[in-house]
Nanobody, 119 residues
Framework: QVQLVESGGGLVQPGGSLRLSCAAS????????MGWYRQTPGKQRELVAR???????TYVDSVKGRFTISRDNAKETVYLQMNSLKPEDTAVYLC?????????????WGQGTQVTVSS
């Protein structure tokens, strides 16, 4: 029933921009913290950006000033605007929905979208 569907990935040149979208269904979207993670083969999954139910944002140092996470509760969608992309940003980007309350830990993941930054 829960579905997180990412879109917006692709191949871009260094310095380019992409906007990732994650459309959620099957959850009460506004009650979840939302995050973007990225996965590179052979490396641990890394939290890139997170936006809480209270719209507090957190970024990994390497993307600060370049990436912006936002959410539209009416559209049940979280976005990641990625500017000034670098080759090291290349990864599969995954959307995450998390809610920990009343003794529960609800955690859901999208399938991921590939971002490749290369000249």
């Amino acid at each position: 029933q829960v579905q997180l569907v990412e879109s917006g990935g692709g191949l871009v040149q260094p310095g380019g921009s992409l906007r990732l979208s994650c459309a959620a269904s099957g959850i009460t979207f506004s009650t979840y913290d939302m995050g973007w993670y990225r996965q590179t083969p052979g490396k641990q999954r890394e939290l890139v950006a997170r936006i809480t139910r209270g719209v507090t944002t957190t970024y990994v140092d390497s993307v600060k000033g370049r990436f912006t996470i936002s959410r539209d509760n009416a559209k049940e969608t979280v976005y990641l605007q990625m500017n000034s992309l670098k080759p090291e940003d290349t990864a599969v980007y995954l959307c995450n929905a998390n809610r920990m309350t009343w003794g529960t830990n609800d955690d859901y993941w999208g399938q991921g979208t590939q971002v490749t930054v290369s000249s």
